[in-house]
């Protein structure tokens, strides 16, 4: 995992535990977890739920490995098989 700056552990402090977003009319609640992404260098990175929140309500801009690992990542072929 990559060590989190100063500055987005002042955000991250900061923020309440749990946030409700809505998103292509689904609501959902944020900050009850974690995403992991693997890099194409093999690098596994983490970030909590509420990633998307700091990056639409705040401007936050995650490090260019970790966006590039999200747009890579895709669902295993039987995700939607488990729910």
């Not at 995650?62 to 669902?75: G, H, K, L, Q, S």
Request: aromatic share 8%.
């Amino acid at each position: 995992m990559v060590p989190t700056p100063e500055y987005t552990r002042a955000i991250i402090l900061s923020m309440p535990k749990q946030v409700r977003e809505s998103r292509d009319g689904c609501e959902h609640s944020l900050g009850n977890g974690e995403i992991r992404v693997r890099g194409a260098d093999g690098v596994i990175y983490g970030a909590p739920t509420l990633i998307y929140h700091y990056v639409v309500a705040h401007d936050y801009l995650p490090p260019a490995a970790f966006i590039e690992a999200v747009c890579r990542w895709e669902p295993p072929q039987d995700a939607g098989a488990k729910r």
